[in-house]
Structure formats: C-alpha cells, structure tokens
C-alpha cells in the first residue's frame, strides 16, 4: 500500500469519527433542550436555536426548536449551539428574551456541557443528570429577575472565552 492511500484511510477514518461525534453533539442537544422544555412546562414555540458564527455570536438566523440545532466548532473544542427563550405572560406586554449559547463535548463515560464559562458533568449512564444544571440555570434567572431593576438586563448566557 502507498504512503498516499495510507494516509488516506487514515484520513477517511478520522473525518469519519469528527461527523459522527458533530452528530452526537446535535442529537443530544437536541435531547436536551427538549427535556429542558419539559423540566420547564415550557410551551415550545418560546424557545428557538440560534446560528452561532465563528466568535460564537449570534448571527440573527433561527430555526425553531422541533429540529436538531445548527452546531460550531469552538477554538476549545466544544460544538456549541446557540439557544433563545422568550420568557412572557398572557396577561402582560412585556417579556424577556434570554439567549445562551451551550457547549458539547462527549467523553467516554460523560457529556461535558459548557454553559457561562462553567464545565458541567453529565454520566452516559445517568442523563437525568442534567437537570441539576437546568436547576441551575432557573436560580440564576430568578435571581436576576427578583434583584433591582438596571439599565439593561444580564443574560443567563454564555461569555466566550476562547
């Protein structure tokens, strides 16, 4: 065998796993944020995935939150997707829009969400997990929400750090 087509199974092979965890990454968002709306009784119209450009800022597009996000590779390796809850009552005309944006990393025996600079552990084996970050981020948005009223609300979001 060639040196060339050495090198290009070998390439082959890794493009291979690269798609294949992307689509990991898409699949459990995905998941996620279902489970999210659920933990929440959330009607599902409120929330909207958000396209992330290169700096991991929004790039105005949405897509509604019934079909997998559009996922970017972070400079640290995580695929992050970007996330909008419009939070908002009948009987008032005011609202707020919050907009996160969310890291992935799958490991061997654990999902890595990456959420405001913070690592957050979720077992393979034990996805139920992951509502302990959902705590999480009600307390902070209740927090902010109950605290005094500023020029401009803080997003429960995500500041990039790479």
Request: hydrophobic share 40%; with cysteine; glycine share 6%.
């Amino acid at each position: 065998m060639s040196r060339y087509m050495e090198l290009s199974q070998k390439a082959a092979g890794w493009t291979q796993r690269f798609n294949e965890h992307l689509e990991e990454c898409r699949r459990f968002a995905f998941w996620m944020i279902g489970d999210y709306l659920t933990y929440m009784d959330a009607p599902r119209d409120e929330v909207q995935f958000i396209e992330l450009d290169n700096d991991l800022q929004s790039t105005g597009k949405t897509q509604p939150s019934t079909t997998p996000p559009v996922m970017k590779l972070g400079k640290d390796d995580f695929w992050y997707f970007g996330l909008s809850v419009r939070f908002a009552v009948d009987s008032s005309k005011y609202f707020m829009i919050q907009n996160i944006a969310i890291g992935l990393q799958k490991g061997s025996c654990e999902w890595l969400v990456k959420w405001s600079g913070k690592n957050y552990k979720v077992p393979l084996n034990d996805l139920s997990q992951i509502r302990n970050l959902f705590d999480e981020w009600i307390t902070m948005s209740s927090k902010m929400y109950e605290g005094p009223v500023a020029r401009h609300a803080t997003g429960m979001g995500f500041i990039p750090s790479v």
